[in-house]
Each structure stands twice: as C-alpha cells, then as structure tokens.
C-alpha cells in the first residue's frame, strides 16, 4: 500500500469500530475490513484529520463517501461469502468496494460519472484492490456478467430497478436504499425465478441515483 497509513490513522480507526459496535454492528469480519482500510485515502486532504469520524463527507462530483455506519450496516445485511460475485451501483469514491475487496469478494462496480471513475480507478490500483470498474448505467447493471451473488446499491434509487431483480442469482441478496430524499434501507432476497422477498431497515439518506449524467447513449 503506498498511501502512508501512521499509528495515529490506525488509532483512529480502532476508536470508529467502537462506535459502530456501539450503533449495533456486530459483524465481526465487517468491522477487521473497515479497520483495516485507509479511510483518510479516500477523503479529500482538507478532511484527512477527519475522516475516521462516523459522517459522510464531500468528495468529488458534488458526491459523497458515505457514513461509515452506513457501510458497515449495507455489508452486513449483504452477508458476504468469500468468492461472492457482487455487483456494486456507485462506486463512488471507492470505500465500500474496498470493504468488499477486504472480504474477498469479486467485485463489479459501476459508476456513470466520468469524474469520478477516473479519479477511482487510479486510488484503487494505487491502494492494491483488484476489482472490475466499469463506467456506465448502474440501473441497467451488467448483464453479461450476471447473475450475481450479491447486489449493492450505493445511492438513493426512486423504485427497485427491474433489470437489477433479474441480475441478482436464486438465493442471492440486494441491498437497496429506495425512494426521494429520504430513502428506505430494503433487502431483497430472490427466493426463486419469480418470488422476490423484500425487508425494510428504516431510515438512510444518500445521493440519488442519476439516470442521465455523463453517460453518453
């Protein structure tokens, strides 16, 4: 890893896995990835001293990386099995990719902003995280590569996307916030070809789902 990683960071993230044992996490393999990633390498440098602090903050693209909690919580409902294939619709700045990687899964990840998946792609070859990044439409996913074990969605979706359902194997699991503004966490377990079980977990709130930006036709 070439990102300088000090005792100072790692003291910093063994207090954040505190806090998110206290806000109910208790996955533990969940929580050895999120303290064992660099979250400072993620943030902008004006946020570094901050970063290992339980809140989303602002990262390029008028985004966000997301609460650490609210990583932590989307994982855990995802119930990660090494080997996974898992399909991530964000990318983002990269984070929870990383915690997939750490849990040795076989990441996809999609991210429609140009910006940003430039800007990604470099921090996780730098970071040594092997994943498949595409740039493209999360809401078609990538059906060549389907079906997948697992389905993450990172941003707020306004319905469950019907080609996301389809992508998702017979036993696997979606994690999706959904609706405006304020979205509903939803897991969504495909039972068999045509019975999709859904379970809401409250609350969240996240950037939305963009259907028309930097994606050209």
């Given at each position: 890893?070439?990102?300088?990683?000090?005792p100072?960071?790692?003291?910093?993230?063994?207090?954040?896995?505190?806090?998110?044992?206290?806000?109910?996490?208790?996955?533990?393999?969940v929580l050895?990835?999120?303290?064992?990633?660099?979250r400072?390498?993620?943030v902008?440098?004006?946020?570094?001293d901050?970063?290992?602090?339980?809140k989303?903050?602002?990262?390029?693209?008028?985004q966000?990386?997301?609460q650490?909690f609210?990583?932590?919580?989307?994982?855990?409902?995802?119930e990660?099995?090494?080997?996974?294939?898992?399909?991530?619709?964000g990318?983002?700045?990269?984070?929870?990719?990383?915690?997939?990687?750490?849990?040795e899964?076989?990441?996809?990840?999609?991210?429609?902003?140009?910006?940003?998946?430039?800007?990604?792609?470099?921090?996780?070859r730098?970071?040594?995280?092997?994943?498949k990044?595409k740039?493209?439409?999360?809401?078609?996913?990538?059906?060549?590569?389907?079906?997948?074990?697992?389905?993450?969605?990172?941003?707020?979706?306004?319905?469950?996307?019907?080609?996301?359902?389809?992508?998702?194997?017979?036993?696997?699991?979606?994690?999706?916030?959904?609706?405006?503004?304020?979205?509903r966490?939803k897991l969504?377990?495909r039972?068999?070809?045509?019975?999709f079980?859904v379970?809401?977990?409250g609350?969240f709130k996240?950037?939305?789902?963009?259907?028309?930006?930097?994606?050209?036709?």
């Amino acid at each position: 890893m070439s990102v300088a990683d000090l005792p100072r960071h790692k003291g910093q993230r063994n207090k954040l896995i505190k806090v998110l044992i206290e806000k109910g996490i208790r996955d533990q393999a969940v929580l050895k990835a999120i303290n064992k990633i660099p979250r400072h390498a993620f943030v902008d440098s004006s946020f570094e001293d901050f970063a290992y602090q339980d809140k989303a903050f602002p990262i390029s693209a008028d985004q966000t990386i997301s609460q650490p909690f609210t990583v932590a919580f989307q994982t855990m409902l995802l119930e990660i099995q090494k080997g996974d294939m898992v399909l991530e619709i964000g990318t983002g700045s990269g984070y929870q990719s990383a915690v997939l990687c750490e849990l040795e899964a076989k990441v996809f990840s999609i991210e429609r902003q140009k910006e940003l998946f430039d800007v990604t792609s470099l921090l996780m070859r730098k970071l040594g995280y092997n994943l498949k990044m595409k740039f493209g439409d999360g809401f078609a996913g990538l059906p060549s590569f389907a079906p997948f074990d697992k389905i993450i969605v990172t941003c707020g979706a306004p319905m469950i996307p019907e080609k996301l359902l389809h992508q998702l194997k017979i036993g696997g699991r979606m994690v999706i916030p959904v609706g405006d503004g304020q979205q509903r966490m939803k897991l969504v377990v495909r039972n068999t070809k045509t019975d999709f079980e859904v379970k809401d977990y409250g609350d969240f709130k996240f950037v939305p789902m963009l259907s028309n930006k930097n994606v050209g036709s």
